[in-house]
């Protein structure tokens, strides 16, 4: 394994605290296996209820502007592109040996992803000093990164207790409920997605936010159309998260951070992508879309692809949802594969410490 290093780790919080959610889940990760982390982020308020213990392995630091004057230490990795200071950049530069710097970028399914992870990038500081940058790519593939799991992931879940933790939770389900988790984005298509779920019965746990406020608008002060209803829930650190999302038989999950830990979980789950400007998300999604239901039955598949297009107003959401045994099944052998490659902290610890 080597000997454990210090490792700098930048965040800035763009909006919806998904940056943050994806840095801490790596600082944690690398500080259970050993290592030395040391956090920048520009706005932690979100860590009170995400990781409301912290950790006694990540150092938090206040990214201020001037930011404090701290020497670099043996990795630093810079989140989705968001360039440490310039006067810590300098100090990297006047190191020796130089850090290895990683900018770890937006997980995607895009064929550049496997092109360009891992490759260097120059950055010129002063004539005759140039400090190199190496790309590190998020992917479902053994091209890319890999994503975040922790080592003992798998054997937590094994020994999830699901009645008692839901019961814990103040969560009690009806015979023949379903179970159904709701973390989005504000979604214009959510409406049809509850008529959609309230012919079958079923509980909809909303999470805080913009779930949470447009079921409330959507189904009135009784949460309930139909055979559905809604309990809204509160915030929740990472760790209890994931166990909603295992107790789940569907979860609708946004962003990355959350997007990944569907994938974990095993269950029957549809992704809200993060909207961009001029369509950008939509090549994105068809593109994991291309790799998710490539195996599928071809059925499933056009039903999955029909429901995550209709879901992110790429086209519109169809009338039924797909068939739910075959959708449970095709998930778990997904995961399975994903399971058999290497995670995201092994593929940078590899490269930090082969780097050096």
């Known amino acids: 394994m080597g000997q454990p290093q210090a490792w700098d780790v930048f965040c800035r919080v763009i909006d919806n605290h998904g940056d943050l959610g994806v840095a801490w889940r790596l600082c944690a990760d690398l500080a259970d296996r050993g290592e030395r982390v040391r956090l920048w982020v520009d706005d932690a308020s979100a860590l009170a209820w995400m990781a409301p213990q912290g950790h006694p392995g990540i150092e938090l630091v206040a990214w201020t502007d001037p930011a404090p004057d701290l020497a670099p230490r043996d990795v630093v990795v810079e989140t989705f592109g968001c360039d440490p200071p310039p006067r810590f950049v300098q100090r990297m530069a006047e190191r020796l040996p130089e850090p290895v710097w990683i900018n770890l970028e937006y997980l995607s399914?895009?064929?550049?992803?496997?092109?360009?992870?891992?490759?260097?990038?120059?950055v010129n500081l002063a004539p005759g000093r140039v400090l190199t940058k190496r790309f590190f790519f998020p992917g479902f593939t053994q091209a890319t990164g890999g994503l975040l799991r922790e080592p003992g992931l798998q054997a937590a879940q094994e020994s999830f207790d699901r009645s008692a933790w839901l019961r814990d939770q103040g969560v009690a389900l009806d015979s023949g409920e379903r179970l159904v988790s709701l973390f989005c984005y504000v979604n214009p298509a959510l409406g049809r997605l509850l008529d959609l779920l309230a012919e079958t019965p079923t509980l909809l746990l909303a999470t805080p936010g913009a779930p949470a406020a447009q079921v409330s608008a959507l189904l009135g002060p009784t949460l309930r159309r139909g055979a559905l209803r809604a309990q809204l829930v509160p915030y929740a650190p990472q760790p209890a998260y994931d166990r909603l999302l295992w107790a789940s038989d569907l979860n609708v999950v946004r962003g990355e951070d959350s997007f990944v830990r569907a994938h974990w979980a095993g269950k029957?789950?549809?992704?809200?992508?993060?909207?961009?400007?001029?369509?950008?998300?939509?090549?994105?999604?068809?593109?994991?879309?291309?790799?998710?239901?490539?195996?599928?039955?071809p059925a499933l598949a056009a039903s999955l692809r029909s429901l995550w297009l209709g879901w992110n107003?790429?086209?519109?959401?169809?009338?039924?949802?797909?068939?739910?045994?075959?959708?449970?099944?095709?998930?778990?052998?997904?995961?399975?594969?994903?399971?058999?490659?290497?995670?995201?902290?092994?593929?940078?610890?590899?490269i930090a410490r082969k780097t050096r």
């Open 313 to 350: 107003a790429l086209a519109p959401l169809p009338s039924a949802l797909p068939e739910f045994d075959p959708w449970r099944d095709f998930t778990q052998a997904w995961r399975q594969g994903l399971l058999a490659q290497v995670d995201l902290s092994s593929h940078l610890l590899g």
């Open 109 to 122: 399914a895009e064929a550049y992803a496997e092109r360009s992870h891992g490759l260097p990038s120059p």
């Open 268 to 297: 029957p789950f549809v992704w809200h992508i993060y909207p961009q400007q001029g369509g950008a998300h939509g090549v994105k999604l068809e593109a994991f879309l291309d790799r998710f239901v490539a195996g599928a039955d």
